[in-house]
T-cell receptor, first 114, second 109 residues
Framework: DGGITQSPKYLFRKEGQNVTLSCEQN?????MYWYRQDPGQGLRLIYY???????QKGDIAEGYSVSREKKESFPLTVTSAQKNPTAFYLC?????????????FGPGTRLTVT | QQPVQSPQAVILREGEDAVINCSSS?????VHWYRQKHGEAPVFLMI?????EQKGHEKISASFNEKKQQSSLYLTASQLSYSGTYFC??????????FGAGTTVTVRA
């Protein structure tokens, strides 16, 4: 079955440590996205990538980094510079076709930093 | 810029109807609607392109008023399975979606 996988589902880290969240898709989508979700605030875009070896900052990129070395993979690193990293992180990829673009979301990773 | 959704929350009894609104101050290319159950990923419901067409998914439909930059989601004859948080995502002329804060819908028996 095609889809997006994120692992792990729950992640716990100590303050000051970097942590990398994985996102893999086998949908053959070019575009991939990372969102952060906090209670009552909807989804905020962290980074997105339209094609391999290229990515752009979203609305809240500070304290995060990404790479896109393969079409299938778009890992997100939450660095120690991120002031409030505890959140639910969602990865998504997008279909192609003018007017038909849909984003499909992975199951998410809930990160808790103490 | 994030779209504005209203209301923030709505409580329904099975069989009742509801409308959720999504407004943007910028010209839009499309509006996307998603539903999220607690602790799960958002699930795509429908996409509306500028042109005012109405779409449907089960007994859930939506419209897009291009002149007002506003979209409305209509929940008709609500079922228990309609409970969740509904998000609109607005797209301008790029690859990014901006999401509203969400509308929490609770359907009771």
């Amino acid at each position: 079955d095609g889809g997006i996988t994120q692992s792990p589902k729950y992640l716990f880290r100590k303050e000051g440590q970097n942590v990398t969240l994985s996102c893999e898709q086998n949908l053959n989508h070019d575009a991939m996205y990372w969102y952060r979700q906090d209670p009552g605030q909807g989804l905020r875009l962290i980074y997105y990538s339209q094609i391999v070896n290229d990515f752009q900052k979203g609305d809240i990129a500070e304290g995060y980094s990404v790479s896109r070395e393969k079409k299938e993979s778009f890992p997100l690193t939450v660095t120690s510079a991120q002031k409030n990293p505890t959140a639910f992180y969602l990865c998504a990829s997008r279909t192609e076709g003018a007017g038909l673009e849909k984003q499909y979301f992975g199951p998410g990773t809930r990160l808790t930093v103490t | 810029q994030q779209p504005v959704q209203s209301p923030q929350a709505v409580i329904l009894r099975e069989g009742e109807d509801a409308v959720i609104n999504c407004s943007s101050s910028k010209a839009l290319y499309s509006v996307h609607w998603y539903r999220q159950k607690h602790g799960e990923a958002p699930v795509f419901l429908m996409i509306l392109l500028k042109g005012g067409e109405q779409k449907g998914h089960e007994k859930i439909s939506a419209s897009f008023n291009e002149k007002k930059q506003q979209s409305s989601l209509y929940l008709t004859a609500s079922q228990l399975s309609y409970s969740g948080t509904y998000f609109c995502g607005t797209q301008r002329n790029d690859y990014k979606l901006s999401f509203g804060a969400g509308t929490t819908v609770t359907v009771r028996a």
